[in-house]
């Protein structure tokens, strides 16, 4: 499973202030990534891909015919 991330970007000011300071922008509200009525005012750009493996671990395996 690939997961694409994000980070908000900011004005030029904030842009110019992580370069040289480091850090960034952060969101006040977490309530906006949220809300999709108000989610395209968010500049945003992308930071890249997260890949996740996930396993099931199933119980009773006998009962339903898997051998290990």
């Not at 040289?20 to 945003?44: A, E, I």
Request: aromatic share 14%.
């Amino acid at each position: 499973l690939d997961c694409a991330t994000w980070r908000p970007s900011g004005d030029i000011w904030d842009q110019v202030q992580s370069f040289f300071l480091g850090g960034g922008p952060q969101l006040k509200s977490k309530d906006l990534v949220y809300d999709g009525t108000n989610r395209y005012r968010l500049r945003t750009e992308a930071m890249g891909f997260v890949h996740v493996q996930i396993a099931v671990v199933l119980r009773n395996f006998r009962k339903f015919g898997v051998e290990c």
